[in-house]
């Protein structure tokens, strides 16, 4: 698949948006927020919205016809996508409110941090569901899409907020153990999807033509130039490389920002080193990102004469 | 109502007739033009609702030449309308016929994605996506002589490959030939239930060639001419 880089910004930065989203409501409901002020509160809230939004701002760019995107609300009973803007629309006037219940100390607080903190992973899951749906690409059509997408957030989110926790000088242990124990949990997830794409599996050219009884190679695509499909489908990188970027892709988004984080528990490292491994683990996401775009291998290219998926 | 196509892979000759009329028809058609890119320069490319591909079936000096064409397959399970976010994509409930409302879509590209035949096209002057109508505009239109209410590509084919009609009706031509031919759909592993329908190639009698002589082999042609 062709990896659009609008995509890749919207579904990384709004992750990380939602996870922070999720990790502050968490923290109102748990109590670890209580060591912060009210406006350093507002200050998460509001960071976290405003990469929500940057990345939202980003999706509408991959449109090929914008001025119909009003009408992507319309069809929530069966596309995700349509769900995902719902959701995602939905969160703007409940984080207003957790906002308005941080600042003036509203009774019913731990009732919107709560529903924004669902509101955050229900728009994280709806937006993993548009690609784990489609039957077309296998590496994309498992549960574990959904399970990753939501641990990416909760990773970028969680180690974004302890940067901005150790900023205002409440940096707490525990929760650092808790996020780095996330971190490792989301590695082992991605090592085990690695493995299972591995696997040859799906859809064949016997299949996609019919002669399933015998050898079948492409002749004649039947165009000279590359088309819409070429393009959007073809998308090729060698193997070699991909095994590479998927080593710098498991270094930069997991181990390097682990041992950032470890090192800081540590006491190692001063904690401002937090707000870097938050940027070296954005970094990575966004490798990741595009490996997962460019190695989802379509069925449709069985028809270009690719022999399986 | 169930229509679509059914097409002979044992007598398409692959030589894009279905692809062109298709073109030239839909291109003032209902969705609006079918536009180009560069169309006269090195790498032309656009728009097209269907298009052929050529395959070697089988091992050399035992293969054989097969010509798909593939345009929308009109799937009863038509995930490419369930994913699009807008509603522009539908399927018509009288006829199974899936269409693009092209004043609703927004070029997300999401159902192209979700298509396994890649039926679905992005124009790239309107930034809508384009797809197989079934000519909807012709095979109702009733200014048109009778024989002539079908898609362009039916009509086009020199080799009548292309047979159009009504699964749902047991006794019509698609259904007999998808019947009598054991007509298939492609990938059906996916679950999409595609209508359209593809009849394999007939497999040629096996002949001994080496156990005639060639002498015996004239004289059996000469008597075949004689005896017609």
Known sequence: ?309 | MKLGLVVDLDTCVGCHACATACKQWNTSGTIGPLSDERPHGKDPSGSWLNRIHSYEVGDSPHSKTVNIPMSCMHCETADCVTVCPTGASYKREEDGIVLIDQDKCMGCNLCSWACPYGARELDPNSGTMKKCTLCVDRIYDEQLPEAERQPACVLTCPTSSRVFGDFDDPDSEVSRLTRERAGQQLMPELGYNPVNTYLPPRIPKQQDSMSVSPMQGVRQLVNRIINR
């Open chain 1, 1 to 309: 698949m062709h990896p659009a880089f609008s995509v890749l910004i919207f579904t990384v930065t709004s992750g990380a948006g939602y996870g922070l989203l999720a990790w502050l409501g968490a923290g109102q409901l748990l109590g670890f927020t209580q060591t912060l002020t009210v406006n350093q509160q507002i200050v998460i809230g509001l960071m976290a919205m405003v990469l929500v939004s940057i990345g939202l701002a980003s999706s509408t760019m991959h449109l090929a016809n914008p001025k119909n995107a009003w009408r992507s609300f319309s069809r929530f009973r069966t596309s995700w996508l349509s769900r995902e803007a719902v959701f995602a629309i939905l969160l703007y006037p409940v984080a207003g409110l957790y906002a308005a219940a941080i600042f003036w100390q509203w009774s019913g607080i731990n009732i919107l941090a709560g529903l924004s903190m669902i509101l955050a992973l229900v728009t994280l899951f709806t937006t993993s569901m548009i690609y784990a749906s489609l039957k077309t690409i296998r590496q994309w059509n498992t549960p574990m899409v959904p399970a990753l997408f939501m641990a990416y957030a909760l990773i970028s989110g969680g180690v974004l907020f302890l940067a901005v926790d150790a900023f205002f000088g409440t940096l707490k242990p525990q929760l650092q153990a808790v996020v780095m124990g996330l971190v490792v949990i989301t590695l082992a997830l991605k090592l085990v999807y690695f493995f299972w794409q591995g696997k040859p599996q799906g859809a064949t050219i016997q299949t996609a033509t019919g002669f399933s009884q015998a050898s079948v190679r492409l002749l004649d695509a039947g165009h000279s130039a590359p088309t819409f499909l070429n393009r959007e489908f073809g998308y090729q990188v060698a193997a070699d490389q991909l095994l590479r970027l998927r080593v710098i892709m498991t270094l930069v988004t997991f181990i390097v920002p682990l041992a950032l984080v470890y090192c800081v528990f540590g006491g190692l490292v001063g904690a401002e080193l937090l707000g870097l491994a938050w940027l070296i683990m954005m970094a990575g996401l966004l490798l990741e990102r595009w490996l997962f775009f460019a190695e989802a291998r379509h069925v449709v290219r069985l028809y270009q004469g690719e022999q399986r998926t």
